[in-house]
């Protein structure tokens, strides 16, 4: 079926031309009319018309400034211009507009079959292409995906990936340097910031894979990795090697975005999301490790790498999920869990080699010493040469397994107690920085982004990190600098209310009193007064 739209204000040439073309081609063919360049418009946006037969001479507006605003909307339709006037003035711009036919009335019938054939050919072929490309399309949604998933793999798995490298990056179109690794981790709900039912969630994640496949790529330019375990990992390019602070709010806001899309679609499963810091793309594995930690130590659903403190990562050795676990919850500071997992590895050892006295004492030595080093390089023990010299001899000396499993518990509840204070002094440290600056800049029209643009942490975990540790939100605590400093200057007469306000804060006198009023309980003017 072919639509063809014929324009012209002459009846006669309009039913001529339409008797032609249905006499010859019967039911191949719809046809409709119009007699002005407006209906003509207006039509064929409704009627999406294959080809056109347009007169250049029409009421109100022309048959070329007809054609130009078709072509704004439809790239496809094939114009055949008709004219009772040899005017090729009209040529070049008709040419410019892929005008297949420049016609001069009258037209007779072969010529007007003639190119009715051309033009039919022309959409036949352009329908063909049409076609051939969707069945590109459709074979590469379902090739791609497994390149891309192959790609994630060998980035993450492969020691020696470089040989393999460009050709992925070829066929992935990824001309980028550098890139992120964002790792998206669902489950049936939340406890304590963790997700829960991770095996059960990863054995239904096949049915909505593609919509977190379809939802990523809405958000991000990004290579979509399988699903391992209850996560999905991303690549997500980026042009330089480091990403500015506007760059990793705007990264942070559309992974929440997502996220909560991705929540709306999938109603039974919840979703949060860990992202690592920038890194040349050979080296993504590291930004991956990153984007782990950042899920592991956060507690939102969207957490950075650079909003949390730094952490080493550690590979264990089998079992390597109770050693990974006894490591995560040590430098949690969750001392409650590391003891709990630490008794766990320690009946494992003595049940599968209680001959082996001495390779569960080395094997203890090292899990002691790897959180202890973790915990020196977050500042939360002292380390030097000889600061473990009686190691050995106190676990040599123990009379049994038990005095071992003692020595290992206690090792470890020093560590956690240890890192409970560091995780208080960095987060101390971060809004005592916060308050220095809101001291030193009450006056200014300050916001929350930019304090935590000074603190360089992200305006919605400083939010909540400001409000943990000072009681107080930031706006609370900015006003109560800005009312005390307000209280000192009424006690002397040297400046006006006005000017008081102002150099507080508060360019509005009337709001500077209104808001004085509410802390104080009076106005600026009544404080004055019994000051």
């Not at 793999?153 to 001309?175: K, M, P, T, V």
């Not at 049915?207 to 979509?224: D, L, M, W």
């Not at 993504?284 to 507690?299: I, T, V, W």
């Not at 950075?304 to 990974?324: A, C, K, S, T």
Request: hydrophobic share 35%; net charge negative; charged share 30%.
């Amino acid at each position: 079926m072919y639509r063809i739209l014929i324009a012209d204000d002459e009846g006669i040439m309009l039913e001529s031309l339409r008797k032609m073309i249905e006499n010859n081609y019967g039911r191949e063919v719809e046809i409709s009319c119009a007699k002005t360049g407006r209906a003509v418009i207006e039509l064929a946006e409704s009627f999406r018309p294959d080809i056109i037969f347009m007169d250049i001479q029409m009421p109100g507006l022309s048959g070329v400034q007809a054609m130009r605003e078709i072509r704004t909307f439809n790239q496809n339709t094939i114009f055949i211009v008709i004219t009772a006037y040899d005017r090729f003035h009209y040529a070049q711009e008709c040419i410019s507009l892929g005008v297949l036919e420049f016609l001069t009335k009258p037209v007779n019938r072969k010529t007007i079959l003639a190119v009715c054939d051309k033009a039919m050919q022309k959409v036949d072929d352009s329908r063909q292409k049409r076609s051939d490309d969707l069945k590109i399309r459709e074979k590469l949604e379902t090739v791609v995906p497994m390149i891309e998933s192959g790609y994630i793999y060998n980035l993450l798995l492969q020691e020696d990936f470089s040989n393999q490298d460009d050709q992925y990056r070829d066929l992935l179109d990824i001309s980028a340097e550098y890139a992120f690794m964002m790792v998206v981790e669902f489950g049936d709900g939340y406890e304590n910031g963790v997700l829960t039912n991770a095996i059960g969630v990863s054995v239904r994640a096949s049915r909505f894979y593609s919509e977190v496949r379809e939802t990523a790529h809405g958000f991000f330019n990004c290579i979509v990795g399988p699903v391992m375990s209850n996560r999905i990992v991303l690549l997500v390019p980026h042009d330089d090697n480091t990403v500015t602070y506007e760059e990793r709010i705007d990264i942070l806001q559309n992974a929440r975005n997502m996220v909560h899309k991705l929540e709306q679609l999938i109603g039974d499963v919840k979703f949060r999301a860990g992202i690592g810091k920038v890194r040349p793309i050979s080296s993504a594995k590291e930004s991956y490790s990153e984007a782990l930690q950042a899920l592991r130590e956060g507690k939102s659903h969207v957490v950075h790498f650079n909003d949390i403190p730094i952490v080493q990562e550690y590979d264990g050795e089998y079992p390597r999920d109770l050693e990974d676990r006894y490591i995560q919850s040590v430098l949690e500071a969750d001392e409650a869990a590391s003891l709990s997992i630490a008794n766990q590895f320690f009946d494992w050892m003595v049940r599968n080699y209680r001959d082996y006295r001495e390779d569960i004492e080395i094997k203890v030595l090292e899990m002691v010493m790897r959180v202890e080093y973790q915990a020196f390089r977050k500042g939360s023990a002292h380390y030097g040469f000889r600061y473990r010299e009686n190691y050995i001899r106190d676990l040599q000396e123990c009379s049994g397994f038990e005095e071992i499993r003692h020595w290992f518990l206690h090792k470890t509840q020093e560590v956690c107690r240890g890192m409970t204070t560091v995780k208080e002094k960095e987060s101390e440290s971060v809004v005592s920085r916060a308050r220095s600056y809101i001291d030193e800049n009450y006056h200014k029209d300050i916001s929350l982004d930019d304090v935590s643009r000074h603190v360089d942490i992200s305006p919605y975990y400083f939010s909540k990190l400001f409000k943990q540790q000072d009681g107080r939100t930031f706006i609370e605590y900015l006003t109560s600098v800005r009312i005390r400093e307000a209280r000192r200057m009424l006690r002397s007469p040297g400046y006006s209310i006005k000017e008081i306000g102002i150099m507080c804060g508060y360019s509005d006198p009337n709001y500077f009193s209104r808001i004085f009023k509410k802390y104080e309980g009076v106005t600026p003017s009544e404080f004055r007064e019994h000051a």
